[in-house]
């Protein structure tokens, strides 16, 4: 299968917690055979110090959050910018026996019970075998 490119529309995230939080900018999709990802992204922080990075969630039942699982996909960023990563991630063993994906960002506060905020947008290129 080839590459499919889809706009990560840009979207506010915003975290008081120190722990990684999910935040989806997609709807769910069949995995299909997955196998490798990028996006080419901007992030603009508004307040505090947040710690972001593209992700991809999986999902055995997308009502059941409990079969849930997310991975990074490339490094994450603490400053306003434009990344652009010159490879694709492969996709772990995340997504092995789940159905569904979606893409999103994976974010949380530089410093825990502190607000942080950013705005990003991008371009995924998604890989299918």
């Not at 299968?1 to 999709?29: H, L, R």
């Not at 080419?40 to 055995?60: C, K, N, R, T």
């Not at 960002?105 to 410093?111: I, Q």
Request: some cysteine.
């Amino acid at each position: 299968m080839p590459t499919v490119t889809e706009e990560a529309a840009w979207s506010t995230v915003a975290t008081y917690s120190g722990t990684d939080a999910f935040y989806p900018n997609s709807q769910w999709k069949p995995t299909r055979k997955l196998s490798q990802a990028r996006c080419d992204w901007e992030m603009a922080v508004e307040v505090g110090a947040i710690d972001m990075v593209p992700a991809l969630q999986f999902a055995s039942d997308v009502t059941d959050p409990t079969t849930f699982a997310n991975e990074a996909i490339g490094t994450r960023k603490t400053a306003t910018g434009v990344y652009n990563p010159a490879s694709y991630t492969a996709v772990g063993t995340t997504s092995d026996g789940k159905r569904y994906f979606r893409t999103g960002w994976l974010a949380k506060s530089v410093t825990d019970q502190n607000h942080a905020s950013a705005r990003a947008g991008g371009t995924w290129d998604l890989f299918f075998e």
